[in-house]
């Protein structure tokens, strides 16, 4: 078997372990550690940003490291920083407690991840590539499904605190220790190609890039085309909606008088259908292209803005995590994804590195933006409908965001230096 795929389901397990620093998992504790502390949706709220805040600064200098390096080092150190922090949420007493630790285990969770993740299945696979991110962020929505279904009865039974020391310990076993065994940096440097390809395959065999005809973009390059200030546009307005959303609509749907046990399905609802549309997603895209994929799913956010505005019961609230759920699938492999197709895979973790310093201005506003409205007007509608914006001025972002084209192509194949 092509070791890339050891890479792949190595990223599952990594993926699915750092949920608790994701919105939906972390939805489930802003009521009750709210309600304990005496702290404000906003304060909350504020931890999360910072956090994401955190991950978009350091995740520049974490691409040149992984595209220099490797992810193994980055990944492993990441599990076992988030897992600190996650003992440390368990023992804290004070509210800046709670913004250090659940800041640095989110950026951590962002940076050394989402992006270790992303740039090892990108260096492993060319053809393949749609299937392959298919996989691990197949992980990222499984873990949002499921952590919160495992820490409801550690919470209900023993309290918040007892759920993060629980969460620590999945954090090594499924984060460090996978990470450690089986991370790679590039086939070529095990003699090997993308995609377990022989050196004879090129785009004549499928109609698809491979690795022999795969173009490389320096971040030089890349930042002097309009589609790489489109893209990071794109990206910012798909992370801002939906952290937006997805760290708030457990309250959201609380304040409106849903019961705790109904609300808390409405992450795992959210996580399963999103987990379950990645794979489609993943082979639909290497069809269709990332372009196409992101327009799609930047209207299906407007939909789902639309329903958890106006959902009154708990039918209409699954409904949102429905369509929601689709959209934040699509969301993420095709983000995985775009960078690469654009600019190749090369620098890919530089590129989006850099990116994410500007992606930062807007899209760690959501969580915050949310979290103020709600204390301000009461309710969630204002923010929702903002944030329902914001996901339309992507779409229009990537109407005007076609892939770019080097004046001079460079084809030639990668010689380890």
């Given at each position: 078997?092509?070791?890339?795929?050891?890479?792949?389901?190595?990223?599952?397990a990594?993926?699915?372990?750092?949920?608790?620093?994701?919105?939906?998992?972390?939805?489930?504790?802003?009521?009750?550690?709210?309600?304990?502390?005496?702290?404000s949706?906003?304060?909350?709220?504020?931890?999360?940003?910072?956090?994401s805040?955190?991950?978009?600064?350091?995740?520049?200098?974490?691409?040149?490291?992984?595209?220099?390096?490797?992810?193994?080092?980055?990944?492993?150190?990441?599990?076992?920083?988030?897992?600190?922090?996650?003992?440390?949420?368990?023992?804290?007493?004070?509210?800046?407690?709670?913004?250090?630790?659940?800041?640095?285990?989110?950026?951590?969770?962002?940076?050394?991840?989402?992006?270790?993740?992303?740039?090892?299945?990108?260096?492993?696979?060319?053809?393949?590539?749609?299937?392959?991110?298919?996989?691990?962020?197949f992980?990222?929505?499984?873990?949002?499904?499921?952590?919160?279904?495992?820490?409801?009865p550690?919470?209900?039974?023993?309290?918040?605190?007892?759920?993060?020391?629980?969460?620590?310990?999945?954090?090594?076993?499924?984060?460090?220790?996978?990470?450690?065994?089986?991370?790679?940096?590039?086939?070529?440097?095990?003699?090997?190609?993308?995609?377990?390809?022989?050196?004879?395959?090129?785009?004549?065999?499928?109609?698809?890039?491979?690795?022999?005809?795969?173009?490389?973009?320096?971040?030089?390059?890349?930042m002097?085309?309009?589609?790489?200030?489109?893209l990071?546009l794109?990206?910012?307005?798909?992370?801002?909606?939906?952290?937006?959303?997805?760290?708030?609509?457990?309250?959201?749907?609380?304040?409106?008088?849903?019961?705790?046990?109904?609300?808390?399905?409405?992450?795992?609802?959210?996580?399963?259908?999103?987990?379950?549309?990645?794979?489609?997603?993943?082979?639909?895209?290497?069809?269709?292209?990332?372009?196409?994929?992101?327009?799609?799913?930047?209207?299906?956010?407007?939909?789902?803005?639309?329903a958890?505005?106006?959902?009154?019961?708990?039918?209409?609230?699954?409904m949102?995590?429905?369509?929601a759920?689709?959209?934040?699938?699509?969301?993420?492999?095709?983000?995985?994804?775009i960078?690469?197709?654009?600019?190749?895979?090369?620098?890919?973790?530089?590129?989006?590195?850099?990116?994410?310093l500007?992606?930062?201005?807007?899209?760690?506003?959501?969580?915050?933006?949310?979290?103020w409205?709600?204390?301000?007007?009461?309710?969630?509608?204002?923010?929702f409908?903002?944030?329902?914006?914001?996901?339309?001025?992507?779409?229009?972002?990537?109407?005007?965001?076609?892939?770019?084209?080097?004046?001079?192509?460079?084809?030639?194949p990668?010689?380890?230096?």
């Amino acid at each position: 078997m092509f070791y890339g795929w050891a890479i792949v389901w190595s990223g599952l397990a990594v993926s699915v372990a750092q949920a608790p620093m994701y919105g939906p998992v972390v939805s489930i504790f802003v009521k009750p550690i709210g309600d304990e502390m005496g702290w404000s949706r906003f304060s909350i709220a504020f931890a999360f940003t910072l956090g994401s805040i955190v991950g978009m600064i350091v995740s520049a200098p974490v691409g040149i490291i992984l595209d220099r390096y490797g992810a193994r080092a980055v990944v492993t150190a990441s599990g076992m920083i988030i897992a600190g922090a996650l003992i440390g949420l368990a023992v804290m007493t004070e509210q800046w407690h709670f913004w250090v630790l659940l800041g640095t285990g989110r950026g951590v969770a962002m940076s050394g991840i989402q992006m270790g993740t992303m740039v090892s299945v990108t260096n492993w696979f060319v053809r393949r590539r749609g299937r392959a991110s298919a996989v691990p962020s197949f992980g990222v929505r499984a873990g949002q499904a499921i952590v919160p279904l495992m820490i409801l009865p550690i919470i209900v039974g023993y309290g918040w605190r007892q759920a993060f020391w629980a969460l620590a310990v999945v954090a090594v076993l499924f984060i460090a220790v996978p990470a450690y065994v089986y991370l790679r940096r590039r086939p070529e440097d095990h003699g090997l190609l993308p995609d377990g390809d022989g050196p004879s395959r090129d785009v004549q065999d499928t109609g698809h890039p491979s690795s022999a005809t795969e173009v490389r973009w320096s971040l030089r390059e890349a930042m002097h085309v309009r589609a790489f200030w489109l893209l990071t546009l794109v990206t910012a307005t798909g992370m801002f909606g939906q952290t937006a959303a997805n760290l708030h609509a457990v309250a959201n749907f609380q304040d409106r008088g849903m019961t705790d046990a109904l609300a808390f399905t409405i992450p795992a609802v959210f996580a399963g259908v999103s987990a379950v549309s990645t794979f489609p997603w993943g082979f639909a895209i290497e069809r269709i292209g990332g372009r196409v994929a992101m327009l799609i799913i930047a209207v299906m956010n407007v939909l789902g803005m639309v329903a958890i505005i106006t959902a009154d019961n708990y039918l209409m609230a699954v409904m949102y995590a429905a369509i929601a759920g689709v959209a934040g699938g699509g969301f993420l492999v095709a983000q995985r994804l775009i960078w690469a197709d654009y600019f190749g895979r090369y620098s890919v973790g530089t590129i989006r590195g850099i990116s994410s310093l500007f992606i930062g201005v807007l899209g760690t506003l959501g969580p915050l933006m949310a979290g103020w409205l709600r204390d301000t007007t009461g309710n969630y509608t204002l923010a929702f409908t903002i944030t329902a914006g914001v996901f339309a001025v992507g779409f229009v972002a990537m109407l005007f965001a076609p892939a770019p084209k080097k004046p001079v192509p460079s084809v030639l194949p990668y010689t380890g230096s």
